[in-house]
């Protein structure tokens, strides 16, 4: 392994080797925070600080992993949610990157964006001059990363077809998206079986904001095979005195000069000392979708009951910290093939390497529409419900509000080809994953009132909403009908979780008893919405009520994307980077 590869930057871990103030505090060292501090320290004038808990991932990590997978256990952090009662009590492990790169660093590399529809949505629910619709985030998607498309081979034998309009291919990000230079050879039946299901699109690169059946690339270096991740893109290698990051520090709260942020309160990982760091400019949040609002909740700025409960003096009373948080369902159904060992593989021989395929690249996203015929029956079943009905008892009435604003977007995508409900991941073998990628459910992360220092409380409130359940049920259906293509016919495949005789309020009972609530796609904490509409900030991230303070990360997405989120972050992170820079 290269160890080269890193430059090994300037990371500090002593609070006295730090200035007195910064420019910019940025909050986390994960995909947001290094991909800001690297575009705001870039011309030298301004001074960035970093705070981030964990520690770099270590030359041994690296070495044994490849480059690629990190398997050191302490790159993440250990916390459970509690009991979900609508999945037979199970507990979901809530799984985030903990180490400089954050969820990046060990995340699946798969590198999907949403569609047209769905980021048009996203302005949808922050008002009449949002620029957060597609034409508004396209060029963001564009700046983030530097693409190399598939080589010819690849090209020519899997069908693989890229956009180069929707692409970047300059010297303007280290974010490398590629695809490996080896296929699955048994792809080619399982890509002919999803080409022939009815109504399915084939565009020419769902990167360019369409559902259907396409090729994606993955969050990988073409050249080594490694991961390319935010600190490979926006941390090694640079060495610039405006550029700092501390290690192994807790970021507690933000300190304020009545709604104003002056800087922050933070400590040595473990330890209870007080220290703080001063802002001329801005803090900025971006801790990702768990702790983003546990820091803002301890800092003062969240429902104001639970802020009282805990005794926590409020600074500004805003709802929608911590409420409306989604996550992608999942769930694995098994088949195996009865006759023979599945489809033969493509007819010409491969020249690549099986190591350099770094994820699965090949799936078919789709509209509930395209899959179900009861996409209709759903939505109107959906749009009829109360807002406020499956949402926790207590619920603000402007986040019942947003919720109302979320439901009735929601309904017109469950009606529109063109928005992501189910991703059928495609990897050369039968059955696997089915995944829900939008969730009507709606959770919650509080802060623990007992102890708000330790791990806030995450409740995914999963399948509260029973058309997620509903939906669930068609993703099944959908992958049965898929099984039984006639592309697969001569391997004779079964079924065996949970099994085709297994329908109706029996597969109910068997989602409820193996779905996962969480695809490690944790989003919308702090969302991006009016305030009346339980949002948390506005629409250039500014935390509302406040000033001097911004959220840059997952957690301001105000809806899931149909789609991993990934990109999606580091696109809000550079368009985030233009509104700092036009507030200077
Ligand atoms: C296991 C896994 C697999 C995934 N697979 C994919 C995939 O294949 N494709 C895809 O597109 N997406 C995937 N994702 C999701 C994607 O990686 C995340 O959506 C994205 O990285 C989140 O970025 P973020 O900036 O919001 O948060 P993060 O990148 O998680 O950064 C938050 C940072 O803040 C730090 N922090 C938190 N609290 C504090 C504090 N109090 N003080 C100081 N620092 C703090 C954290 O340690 C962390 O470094 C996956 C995620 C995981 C965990």
Redesign the pocket.
């Known amino acids: 392994v290269d160890l080269t590869r890193f430059g090994y930057a300037n990371i500090l871990q002593r609070a006295s080797q730090l200035k007195d103030a910064y420019d910019y505090v940025i909050?986390?060292?994960?995909?947001?925070?290094l991909t800001l501090a690297d575009r705001l320290t870039a011309d030298g004038t301004h001074t960035v600080l970093v705070?981030?808990?964990?520690y770099p991932i270590s030359d041994e990590t690296l070495a044994a992993s490849d480059g690629r997978w990190f398997v050191d256990p302490g790159i993440?952090y250990n916390i459970t949610s509690p009991p979900q009662p609508f999945m037979n009590s199970r507990s979901q492990a809530v799984?985030?990157?903990?180490?400089v790169?954050?969820?990046?660093a060990?995340?699946?590399?798969?590198?999907?964006r949403g569609t047209k529809s769905e980021y048009d949505g996203w302005a949808e629910l922050g008002g009449p001059n949002s620029t957060w619709n597609w034409e508004g985030v396209l060029p963001y998607f564009k700046k983030a990363t530097h693409f190399n498309p598939p080589t010819e081979e690849m090209t020519q034998n899997f069908n693989v077809t890229w956009n180069p309009e929707v692409w970047a291919s300059n010297g303007e990000s280290r974010l490398e998206a590629s695809f490996p230079d080896y296929g699955i050879p048994a792809n080619d039946a399982f890509y002919k079986a999803a080409a022939n299901m009815p109504n399915m699109p084939i565009p020419i690169d769902g990167a360019s904001g369409k559902s259907g059946l396409f090729w994606h690339p993955t969050s990988m270096d073409n050249k080594k095979y490694w991961r390319s991740y935010?600190r490979t893109a926006h941390y090694d290698g640079i060495v610039r005195d405006n550029y700092d990051v501390i290690t192994m520090?807790?970021?507690k709260q933000v300190l304020f000069d009545g709604t104003t942020a002056t800087g922050v309160k933070?400590s040595v990982r473990g330890l209870n000392q007080t220290l703080t760091v001063k802002t001329r400019k801005e803090v900025i949040i971006?801790?990702?979708?768990i702790?983003t609002p546990q820091?803002l909740q301890n800092s003062g700025i969240g429902p104001k009951a639970l802020l009282e409960e805990a005794d926590i003096p409020v600074v500004v009373d805003l709802p929608g910290v911590g409420q409306n948080f989604q996550d992608h369902y999942w769930l694995t159904t098994g088949y195996n093939w009865t006759v023979g060992t599945g489809p033969p593989g493509f007819n010409k021989t491969q020249t690549g390497n099986l190591s350099t395929i770094a994820?699965p690249n090949l799936g078919a996203l789709i509209g509930l529409p395209t899959y179900s015929n009861n996409s209709e029956s759903i939505a109107s079943r959906y749009e009829s419900q109360d807002p406020a009905a499956y949402l926790p008892e207590s619920t603000h009435p402007t986040v019942i509000a947003g919720y109302a604003a979320f439901q009735k977007l929601h309904a017109k995508l469950l009606r529109d080809v063109n928005s992501n409900w189910l991703w059928l991941p495609l990897i050369g073998s039968p059955g696997g994953i089915v995944m829900s990628k939008h969730i009507l459910s709606s959770g919650t992360i509080k802060i623990n009132t007992t102890h708000p220092d330790s791990e806030p409380i995450v409740d995914y409130r999963a399948l509260s909403n029973p058309i997620d359940l509903d939906i669930m049920v068609e993703n099944i259906l959908y992958m049965r009908k898929f099984m039984q293509s006639s592309e697969f016919a001569a391997w004779k495949p079964v079924e065996t979780a949970p099994g085709i005789e297994v329908v109706g309020e029996e597969l109910r009972e068997w989602i409820r008893s193996v779905m996962w609530s969480s695809n490690?796609?944790p989003i919308g904490t702090a969302s991006k919405r009016p305030v009346e509409l339980g949002g948390v900030v506005d629409e250039e991230l500014r935390v509302h009520g406040t000033s001097g303070l911004r959220v840059v990360?997952?957690?301001v997405m105000p809806s899931l994307p149909g789609a991993?989120?990934?990109?999606s972050?580091y696109m809000i992170a550079e368009k985030a980077v233009d509104f700092i820079k036009a507030a200077q």
């Open positions: 909050v986390g060292a994960g995909t947001a925070g705070i981030e808990y964990c993440s799984i985030i990157g903990c180490c790169g954050g969820s990046s060990i995340n699946g590399m798969v590198f999907l935010s520090h807790k970021v933070f971006s801790a990702g979708t702790h820091i994820g490690f796609h990360d997952a957690s991993t989120t990934q990109q972050v």
